[in-house]
């Protein structure tokens, strides 16, 4: 919600840097990431809640388009070739 993404052109671990988390706070982000089990659902939910409670967006309708606060479009990534990496 601090905009580091869009400083980081999208890419988690700069951002996560950029918030002055320690460097063992970032690795613990990206292992939760690789490996973590979560419910995309359930965090979408919470994340909308919050972003609502902030008080800081209305929802508005120009011409029968409501732009959104968070866009929670996902995008397909491919892999590369060969990569044994997940990053």
Do not use: I
């Not at 890419?11 to 292992?31: C, E, G, I, N, W």
């Not at 902030?54 to 070739?81: I, K, M, S, W």
Request: with cysteine; proline share 5%.
């Amino acid at each position: 919600m601090s905009g580091q993404f869009l400083l980081s052109r999208g890419a988690v671990f700069p951002a996560l840097s950029q918030l002055k988390l320690s460097p063992d706070a970032v690795r613990h982000t990206a292992v939760a990431l690789c490996y973590g089990r979560f419910a995309l659902a359930d965090l979408l939910v919470r994340w909308n809640r919050l972003v609502q409670s902030e008080g800081q967006f209305f929802a508005n309708e120009y011409e029968g388009f409501r732009p959104v606060a968070c866009d929670t479009t996902g995008f397909y990534r491919p892999h590369l070739a060969g990569c044994r990496s997940k990053h």
